[in-house]
C-alpha cells in the first residue's frame, strides 16, 4: 500500500510541469483566439478606438517594450556609472590639490621653524660670545688686603676656617703663601696652594649642615678666591 502510493506521489511530481505546460499553452491559445475574433468583429471605428482609446497587448509588443525597458535600464545605469566615474575624479583632484597644499604649507611652516631656530640660535651665540668677551676684559676678582698681605704672605683667616679641622691644611698654606711672597710664582708651587685649598673646601662641606650659613659663605668665599690664588702670580 504505501509503495503504491510513493509511486503515485512520483508519477504526480513527475507530470506536474509538463500538465502546468500543457494548460499555459491552451490559455495562451485562448487569447489567442479571442483577440483575433474581436479584430475582425469590429470596424473602421473600432479600429480608431483601438488605437486611440485602448492599449492592446501582444507577444511581440510585450517583448518591445520589455526590450525597450531593458535598454533604458542599461542607459540609466551607464548615466550613473558615468556620473560616479566624474564624481570619482573630481574627488581624486580635490585630495590631490589638498595634498599638495599641505605638503607645501608644512615645507613652509619647516622652512620658517628652522630659519627661527638659526636666528635664536645665533642670539644665544652673540649673547654668549658677548659675556666671556666681558668675562675676559673683567679681572677675577682677587683676595683682598685684609685677607692676605701679598708682600709677607700673611693669610687672614675667616673664623670658620680657624677651627681644629683645618689645622693642618691652614699651616701647610700658611707656609706656601709665604714662601710665594719671598721667592717667585712656580707652577709646582701653585699647584701645592691649590690641592691644599681645595681639600680646605672638601672639608667645609661636610659642615654645611651644621655652621651658621653666613660663616658658611663667608668660608666658601674664601676658599674659592684661595684656589683661584694658587694658579697665579701675587697681585
Known amino acids: 500500500m504505501k509503495r503504491s502510493i510513493l509511486l503515485l506521489a512520483l508519477i504526480l511530481i513527475t507530470i506536474a510541469p509538463a500538465v502546468a505546460e500543457a494548460q499555459i499553452r491552451v490559455a495562451r491559445g485562448r487569447v489567442g483566439v479571442g483577440r483575433a475574433r474581436w479584430y475582425r468583429g469590429v470596424g473602421a471605428v473600432g479600429a480608431y478606438r483601438w488605437g486611440y482609446g485602448y492599449r492592446g497587448t501582444s507577444a511581440i509588443g510585450d517583448a518591445r517594450r520589455g526590450m525597450a525597458d531593458v535598454i533604458r535600464a542599461r542607459g540609466a545605469a551607464a548615466e550613473s556609472a558615468s556620473k560616479a566615474t566624474i564624481n570619482y575624479q573630481e574627488a581624486q583632484s580635490r585630495y590631490i590639490d589638498n595634498k599638495l597644499k599641505w605638503t607645501k604649507t608644512y615645507h613652509e611652516r619647516k622652512r620658517l621653524g628652522e630659519a627661527a631656530q638659526r636666528e635664536k640660535y645665533a642670539r644665544e651665540r ?48 700658611d707656609e706656601l703663601l709665604i714662601l710665594r711672597a719671598h721667592t717667585s710664582t712656580t707652577p709646582d708651587l701653585g699647584e701645592k696652594i691649590f690641592q691644599r685649598a681645595r681639600a680646605m673646601q672638601e672639608i667645609l662641606k661636610e659642615k654645611i649642615k651644621t655652621v651658621p650659613v653666613h660663616q658658611y659663605i663667608s668660608a666658601r668665599t674664601f676658599l674659592n678666591l684661595l684656589v683661584y690664588e694658587g694658579r697665579h702670580p701675587p697681585a
Do not use: V
Not at 128 to 146: D, I, N, V, W
Not at 156 to 167: I, V
Open 126 to 173: 652673540a649673547k654668549r660670545q658677548k659675556y666671556l668677551a666681558k668675562k675676559r676684559s673683567t679681572p677675577h676678582p682677587r683676595l683682598t688686603a685684609s685677607q692676605l698681605d701679598p708682600y709677607r704672605g700673611k693669610i687672614y683667616w675667616p673664623e670658620l676656617l680657624q677651627q681644629s679641622d683645618f689645622a693642618k691644611l691652614r699651616t701647610e698654606l
